[in-house]
């Protein structure tokens, strides 16, 4: 009796290590690829093509589940390691994870709510056409099923989202509606602004609104993190002397167009974002900014300069010290 106790255990023991075995990965060192599940093929034919492409090690346990009806392979492409087990394979086959179910899209550092806008409808972003109505609805008519953010509490009643998409690299499901999208990116701003940096902002007795609406602005003035630092120093002292900001920014906000000087009837606009006709930051953001100008604005450099200006040619920032160093600079490498 003993005996036959021990057959039956050495026999499960063997039936389990082996059943195992069938399920462990083919290779747990193997390189992950693209795997093609056509419509139409047969269950039998994507066993075998898992088998020929060395990601599982045998079909035994795949034709298994289909005795059991528990397989439902769903075409697409997918991305597959060998370092897999099967079961693991065939809940990815299983469920529709193909990889081109999800695209990837890039909001750049300063584009308005316009440029964006206008990328989501070339990427075919579901509802992208809403967009526009959407972003730029007032935050005290806020129209989405989500939560308004709390680092919009002190901005006024009729500020929009403009400054607080944040530019970044997002992957999304190719059904993903376009309010979804804008929740993604202001959960990446929130994430992004930290406690730390929310702490310095409350130390300078300034708002959030205050920074994103000064970082939109050094976004579209200077390229570069120290520039940025340097410009946010200029136009930070610029406010505490009283003087307006004179940025050709928003001139270009204003216009819709860039140049690389602005005339005299340029600057005579009457616009609230003229901040050559008017003192003081702007109504509110006229991009959005990145992370660098979000820091740069709460983190100005000191420095002894007053004016600067972008060489068009190389992009390079001219700094000066005095209006007549200024205007010879801008004899230099504007005319």
Known sequence: MIKKIIILI???LAGSFYWQSLNSPADSKGQEQIFLVSKGETVKEIIGNLKKAGLIKSPFYFEYKVWRGELDLKAGEYSISPALTAKEIIKILSQGQAVNQEKQIRIIEG???KDIGSYLKDNDVGGADGFLSL????????KFNFSKPDFLSDAPKGANLEGYLFPDTYRIFVDTAVDQVILKMLTNFDKRLTPELRAEIKRQKKTIFEIVTMASIIEKEVRSTDDMKIVSGIFWQRINNGQGLESCATLAY????????YSIEDTK???????YKYRGLPPGPIANPGLNAIKAAIYPEPTN???FLSDPATGQTIYSKTLEE???NKYKYLK
């Open 326 to 328: 200024h205007n010879l």
């Open 111 to 113: 584009w308005n709510l």
């Open 135 to 142: 972003a730029k609805a007032p935050l005290s008519a806020w």
């Open 254 to 261: 204003i216009l819709g167009v860039n140049k690389a000087q």
């Open 269 to 275: 606009i009457d616009s609230p974002y003229n901040t």
């Open 10 to 12: 050495i026999i499960f």
């Open 305 to 307: 300069f007053n004016y």
